[in-house]
């Protein structure tokens, strides 16, 4: 799917922050976080003093494609030029810190950024090297420490993750993706009197079949029934299909239900015995 | 950090999503899910019919000392038998599918799950294999589709990455860390009267410098000064050192500052020629 629309690409990556890797050390990680960045619409990747140089040829396959990224790469020998034209600057440490500096979430850490990204102003998130993550003094040089809430007896993430999380919450904070949606495709929702049919064709036939057979509670399960299926948003073409299963069943499918229960019935006898 | 606090972890644990994997390929794939899982505290994975067979030497590197989510996985013939005991199951993919079944992020099914896990019915997160995703079949099995929202340009995540994104929103639901705080370590928030002494002598020094020359400024310029360490929320620690700092560029710091200028100065015109 990649490389399929650029044009959408480079407006989403617009004001987003800058992925600081300090002291990386693989470039297979370097690679994945390129992915990941790109993944969410991220396109600037700064290199502080990477330690097996750059390029770094480890980095391409884990990229996955992501050559964009990779290509406008950037290397610093300090943090404190590589964030020289930042307004804001965050920094991702898991480890706590003997600082007063606010710690947030990514998820605040996002907000903050569109924030700053919405007054035209450049942001940039610290990562420290794989095994010992950012020095105190790069920590310093953030206007806030940013960590990920983890599970207490497990809370060592790799690079790479740290990466992926806080770039995906900086897209989510911008993405107009709607929580929760239904797709229609081509199809019609059934009306009133599609539904009113199908009603009266299963409570026809279910009565034909003895279903209602207590009379004083026939109202109670015709209305169960119909919470049933009003409850499935049922299109015109799905109130057809039921209307089929319901003749199907009413004409051809008692004596394969009746069949299908008495051999239940034996197997668990079976089974008890 | 890891295996530090397992009580914890177990309460964590309760009530998370059963992780199943369809048809997953590599065991390294399997283990880098594992340990996103045990991250977010997820215990419950399940395999239908992994390609290379259970358990997989492979996972175990990746899995980085998850061993106890490696040690409880159990493996299905059946994506069917694989979730027979769970009430609400959701499916991850990214393609769209030619279906009528409604699609929610990742957050939103997070919020989702706490809300089916508050009233003690277990949920499921269904994975598709690598390269071709979840098959239709295995979707119609799910209540809903989940569908991380990515760059429309770049819109391949692989199965890891996936897994601790839905690992990850399920651990944020039902994170009690604040969004943002300042850790105070053992220090006193400085008082009015610190704060005071801090501007009265700052202002006395600046006076005697020079700094206020111009009279019908000077309001201004105390009352941005007093705004500039009122934004800092000092502690009295801090205070002192402020008052140190001042103190030592009144008596010694005067000439140097004038050098540092001049060699700017020096240099700029150098630059210029």
Request: net charge neutral.
């Amino acid at each position: 799917m990649a490389g399929t629309n650029h044009t959408e690409a480079e407006i989403i990556a617009e004001g987003g922050p800058a992925i600081i890797l300090v002291g990386a050390q693989l470039g297979e990680n370097i690679g994945k976080a390129v992915r990941a960045m790109y993944n969410f619409g991220l396109t600037d990747l700064r290199l502080v003093a990477p330690r097996d140089g750059w390029p770094n040829p480890a980095a391409v396959p884990a990229a996955a494609g992501a050559d964009i990224v990779l290509e406008q790469a950037r290397v610093f020998a300090t943090t404190a030029e590589a964030i020289a034209d930042l307004s804001h600057v965050y920094a991702t440490t898991a480890r706590r810190r003997d600082m007063i500096k606010t710690v947030v979430t990514p998820r605040k850490c996002a907000d903050l950024m569109r924030g700053h990204a919405d007054k035209g102003l450049k942001c940039g998130l610290l990562f420290g090297p794989e095994k010992a993550g950012l020095k105190n003094d790069d920590v310093a040089l953030a206007d806030a420490i940013v960590s990920v809430p983890l599970n207490p007896a497990f809370a060592s993430i790799n690079l790479a993750q740290a990466v992926i999380l806080l770039s995906y919450e900086w897209f989510q904070a911008g993405s107009d993706q709607p929580e929760s949606y239904t797709p229609t495709l081509e199809t019609t929702p059934a009306s009133s009197d599609d539904l009113q049919m199908l009603f009266d064709h299963m409570e026809r036939e279910l009565t034909e079949a003895g279903y209602f057979r207590h009379a004083q509670r026939r109202a109670t399960m015709r209305r169960n029934l119909r919470n049933i299926f009003k409850r499935s948003d049922l299109t015109r073409e799905e109130v057809s299909t039921l209307r089929g299963v319901v003749k199907a069943l009413a004409t051809g499918g008692g004596p394969g239900w009746l069949a299908e229960k008495a051999e239940k019935e034996k197997q668990a006898k079976k089974d008890a015995d």
